[in-house]
């Protein structure tokens, strides 16, 4: 086992793991937040798209979404991001974890706006903030201190799914454990090494969420 | 003295098929107090927020010092900042202290410089009562305390006129005079003001007319003393024996 360890850079492919997951969050995070303020804004046919952007990316699997971003956008398409091979599917990788958790982020944020009376938009406006000053300073910080523990539980989902980057070849973590599997034997010891090395990702994010949510709890 | 400050002309609103608002003609003169009076459902709280645009109205006007209401965006911002609006629920800003709900108008809307606005913002939470609540949460404090509060906050922005939705009845009863004595002391500084409210001492004592209004109509106006005692009205003399009596 430890000269698996020793051949095998266990290391370095969770640290991609956590790369891939800590830049795809941040992506989800601002997509997220823009198709959620489309969700909510005043105009029709943003809401449209808004809706439309969540339906999309919400009921297509990861899986179908990672593998055209290779096969189709990068080789048919031609949009190579970088003409490194490996740098090329990070890259792909990132967006597309981005892209796709973002209809969640959006999602989470949005339960957190049904938590806001209707009567802060109102004072919001009653005072003349316009409506982008009644976003930033009333809707959306009470938005995101409501939808802490859906935030939290779709960064565990992430990065638990940037394992499907492993099917356009991203050494990620997974990526590592399906060829130690295919090329070692004591499979089952690797499989709990990894599945170890995930939950020690993972718990913590959960830990921390679950306070932050308790800590940062608007008080009605 | 009369001045024309609010001008409301011929407004109609419907929600769906309910007529909320019939032909609504009321006019109210700087520095005037008007109640708005009337059974449940009548239309107060709706006349009150399409005068601020809370609320669309089909057809008619209204105007504030001259100026008729804008259809949305920069311009009505700017307007609804010269309109004061209390509400039955306070409805303070959760997240922010005392304090930052205050100073957030005229920071962000006034662009008045931070330590300015707080400085007034001081002197406005002194005036109501509650300045030593200032780095409080709303939650923190009693219903009569974040209702004076929200007072304060309308009143950073220097409001040409202000509106109050049934300011005191969502509050328990030792607090209700608190809060009517902040705005008698205010309709006594001049400021021009909108109450609908049940308070008839409030009445009595701050407003120069009572508008009585019953299924989206003015059916009267009067002054206040007139309208409680000897209102012309059938439906106000029916309205008033009902609430004299509990
Ligand atoms: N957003 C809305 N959608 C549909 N109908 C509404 C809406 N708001 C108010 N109404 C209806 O319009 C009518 C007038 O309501 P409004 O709230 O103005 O009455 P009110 O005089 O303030 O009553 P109350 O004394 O109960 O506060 C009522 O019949 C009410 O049900
Ligand atoms: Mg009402």
Redesign the pocket.
Known sequence: MADILARYDFLGAFWLTIQLSFWSALGALVIGTVVAILRVSPVPVLRLLGTAYVNTFRNTPLTLLMVFSILGASYVLGLEISDNVTTNIFYWAIIVLSVYHAAFVCEALRSGVNTIPAGQAEAARSIGLTFSQSLTEVLLPQAFRGAIAPLGSTLIALIKNSTVAAVIGAAEAAGLMAVIIENETGSVLVFFLFAVGFVILTLPVGILFTSLSRRLAVKR | MSEPLVVIEGVNKH??D?H?LKDINLSIDKGEVVILI?P???????LCRTINRLETFESGSITIDGKTLPDEGKELANLRADVGMVFQSFNLFAHKTILENVTLGPIKVRKTPKAEAEKKAMELLGRVGVAHQAEKYPAQLSGGQQQRVAIARSLAMNPKVMLFD?PTSALDPEMVQEVLDVMVGLAKDGMTMIV?THEMGFARKAADNVVFLADGEIVETNTPSEFFSNPTSARAKDFLSKILTH
Not at chain 2, 40 to 46: A, E, L, M, Q
């Open positions: 929600f769906g309910l909320v009337g449940s459902g009548s239309g107060k709280s709706t049934e609908v």
